[in-house]
């Protein structure tokens, strides 16, 4: 449901398609892969969505919200070689210029975090958008 939640948001944000990607299991040499994923990160990755030629992951949590989980959700992204591009679901009434300083101090703490991740955006509970790189 997220990934569509987000899909439909960012459609609406960006004024274009937004592609929902399938998700099935993992062969390198079934032919949807090759034609779903042409161009992904790293061969063997399935990423959420698909904006134009660009792959985007899209990281959400359960429960209640808390800052540390962002730490986790961007370490997700680069040790599983995902996407350059995150997308932050968040699913409750958040302070939006909170999280966006948390990310971008998580993400200039980590040398690994700023060479690897591109682009972050919010997507957050109404469904707006929030660019924080």
């Not at 592609?19 to 399935?46: E, L, S």
């Not at 968040?90 to 966006?100: D, F, R, S």
Request: with cysteine; proline share 2%.
């Amino acid at each position: 449901m997220d990934r569509l939640f987000c899909a439909k948001s960012l459609a609406k944000h960006l004024e274009t398609e937004v592609y929902v990607t399938p998700d099935f299991a993992t062969n390198k040499d079934d032919w949807r892969y090759k034609y779903f994923f042409k161009g992904v990160h790293k061969w063997g990755k399935q990423p959420d969505l698909k904006i134009g030629d660009a792959f985007w992951e899209i990281k959400s949590y359960e429960r209640k919200f808390k800052f540390g989980k962002l730490s986790a959700m961007m370490q997700n992204i680069v040790r599983g070689e995902q996407s350059t591009n995150m997308i932050v679901r968040l699913n409750h009434e958040v302070n939006i210029e909170n999280v966006k300083h948390s990310l971008l101090n998580r993400l200039n703490s980590s040398a690994k975090n700023k060479a690897y991740i591109r682009k972050i955006s919010i997507v957050d509970k109404a469904g707006a958008i929030h660019e924080v790189l």
